[in-house]
């Protein structure tokens, strides 16, 4: 049973797709963020110099592209090629290789500045890692226009050769999709049981505490204001332990759809109340992995409906169950 699921077909395609799309344009979004900021960040001109992290790498084993050399004008050849790299990997360009640049890259910039990252940081390194040994780029993507062609015909060879090579993808991208779902799990489960633990988010203050530190207040009147209603503030900060605690027992009936709907929520209260945009959007695109194909067929044929009923032409029927924007891709993972 569990040999077939591996080996017969890859699982989730369009969630592999959503997370492609999202993570690459998040990274993009705080590349150009950073943008004037680089130098200070992670190049030569930054207080934690390209010598004090090559110590640090020492101990720890970590590496970087960018401390290969100390030159201005090569760390904005390595910051250029990051953003080429992650619009790339956005588009599904060539994905297998472009994500294996893609994971060099979220890499190196996570260790160069490894005292600046916090949660969001380590789950994006994370899951570039993961998204590797998926088939990402068979759905929604440039690679998925490339190939919708019919697959050439080969000698007995070739096609011993395709059919190898399409059960080592599928067997890599079914297990990197196990993988990443199981890592959301852990994540939230930990979180849920380490809050159960403190005293603070036991009689319902948690949430009142954290609205009142300087350091997470983008908006210090919004967050006064929410504060003032300190029965919100309690239900708030048991209902996210419970979310978290819960989610990985609710992800095999239709509860998920509402505790994934809160999760965003939850998700988009922490980038606006927190000031922690980056690491809510690299939890709201790992939530995606445990939506089913189905639901994103779904969602890519509004688009045609809409047109048919604003009367714009036809719309051809999508083949095998398959959404129309994106063809059927027969071969091998990529």
């Not at 294996?100 to 890259?105: I, N």
């Not at 003032?228 to 609710?250: D, K, M």
Request: hydrophobic residues 50%; contains cysteine.
């Amino acid at each position: 049973m569990l040999l077939a699921l591996l080996t017969e077909r890859p699982v989730s395609l369009y969630a592999a797709a959503v997370l492609r799309i999202g993570y690459g344009l998040l990274y993009l979004v705080f590349l150009l963020r950073e943008f004037p900021h680089r130098d200070e960040i992670w190049g030569p001109g930054s207080p934690w110099t390209p010598a004090l992290a090559k110590q640090l790498f020492d101990e720890t084993g970590w590496v970087s592209i960018l401390t290969l050399s100390d030159s201005w004008a090569y760390f904005e050849v390595c910051y250029a090629a990051a953003l080429v790299t992650s619009a790339l990997f956005m588009l599904g360009w060539r994905t297998r290789a472009v994500s294996v640049l893609f994971a060099v890259v979220v890499a190196s910039f996570h260790a160069r500045a490894i005292f600046m990252t916090d949660g969001g940081d380590n789950l994006m390194l994370l899951m570039a890692v993961y998204l590797v040994f998926t088939a990402c780029g068979r759905r929604w993507s440039l690679d998925a226009r490339r190939t919708a062609g019919p697959a050439a015909d080969g000698g007995r060879h070739r096609r011993r050769f395709h059919d190898f090579r399409w059960t080592v993808g599928t067997v890599l991208h079914n297990c990197g999709m196990f993988v990443i779902a199981a890592q959301v799990c852990f994540l939230y489960g930990s979180a849920g049981l380490y809050k159960v633990q403190g005293g603070s988010w036991g009689n319902g203050t948690a949430l009142h505490y954290v609205l009142n530190l300087d350091l997470f207040r983008p908006w210090p009147e919004l967050s006064l204001l929410l504060d003032e209603h300190s029965v919100a503030i309690a239900v708030a900060g048991y209902l996210t332990v419970l979310l978290q605690v819960a989610f990985p027992f609710v992800l095999f009936g239709r509860l998920k759809y509402p505790v994934l709907t809160m999760l965003v929520g939850l998700h988009l209260g922490i980038a606006i109340f927190l000031g922690l945009p980056l690491f809510s959007g690299v939890m709201i695109v790992a939530d995606a992995v445990f939506l089913p194909d189905r639901f994103y067929r779904s969602v890519g044929q509004l688009r045609p409906r809409a047109a048919r009923r604003a009367g714009f032409g036809k719309t051809q029927a999508p083949a095998r169950g398959e959404c129309t924007l994106v063809p059927a891709q027969p071969g091998p993972a990529g």
